[in-house]
């Protein structure tokens, strides 16, 4: 399962730098939702890795799907988090910077939330919700192909 991470850290890393270079131009909310990071790293992400371990054959399939979903999360949201700092040094207008859309940028917000607080916590909630839907489909994936698998080598039902 070497390089299982590499495309889609690329990816992810390519969604944060369109969508922040989208929405600093001004495109619509709905053009900036397209290139959303979270998207990738709740629901195809996860999916796409357990469509590889599946195929692996590896022992542990459930536990290896989830220890790289919660790693790949990780990295994404720590690519992610530039930009939450960047939101509150320029108090950038976007509504998921916010502190009503749950970001970092309003009034009261302290510099320790804006740059550490808000961003972890936010990090930390996403690996959660990664998780439990991207681990969740993901094991339902896994469970299917083996299941599968098993039928098609069995020579009592594969006739």
């Known amino acids: 399962m070497k390089g299982i991470l590499k495309w889609p850290l690329i990816i992810a890393a390519f969604l944060v730098v369109v969508r922040v270079v989208l929405e600093r131009a001004g495109a619509p909310e709905t053009v900036n939702n397209i290139f959303s990071v979270v998207v990738f790293y709740v629901l195809i992400a996860p999916l796409y890795f357990a469509f590889r371990i599946a195929g692996s054959g590896i022992a542990a399939p459930y536990k290896n799907l989830l220890k790289t979903t919660a790693l790949f999360t990780a ?85």
């Open 75 to 159: 990295l994404a949201r720590s690519m992610v988090i530039p930009t939450y700092w960047l939101a509150y040094l320029y108090q950038w207008p976007q509504y998921r910077f916010s502190v009503a859309g749950g970001g970092n940028v309003g009034p009261g917000v302290s510099p320790f939330m804006g740059y550490a607080g808000i961003p972890l916590a936010a990090a930390a909630v996403w690996i959660l919700i990664s998780l439990i839907v991207g681990g969740g489909l993901g094991s339902i994936l896994i469970a299917v192909k083996r299941k599968s698998a098993r039928k098609a080598s069995d020579p009592v039902t594969a006739q």
